[in-house]
């Protein structure tokens, strides 16, 4: 997932947990990887959320952002889910 600040332009991805990621202008930050989406700015009316579909969601459309945030989520837990337990590693 990545956010993209629609005040310089700058399209930023956390890479990992505890990798917070601010874009050049510093209205708006991303923490996570793909665990989890935390991120914040000064106006979420300019920040783009892009989710790993193409999916873009203005962050101050709440609504529309927890929902998508959720299928997310969900998906992630779903591809865990098929992750064969019993295969050996070489």
């Known amino acids: 997932m990545k956010i993209k600040c629609l005040i310089c332009g700058d399209i930023i991805e956390s890479k990992s947990v505890h990798n917070l990621v601010s874009c050049k202008c510093e209205s708006c930050h991303i923490d996570g990887g793909n665990e989890y989406l935390h ?7 300019k920040i783009l959320i892009i989710f790993d579909d193409g999916t873009e969601v203005l962050a101050s459309d709440e609504e529309n952002y927890k929902r998508k945030y959720e299928e997310w989520e969900n998906n992630k837990y779903r591809n865990l889910s098929n992750f064969p337990l019993n295969k050996k590693i070489e």
Request: glycine residues 28%.
């Open 39 to 45: 991120f914040g700015g000064k106006d979420f009316s």
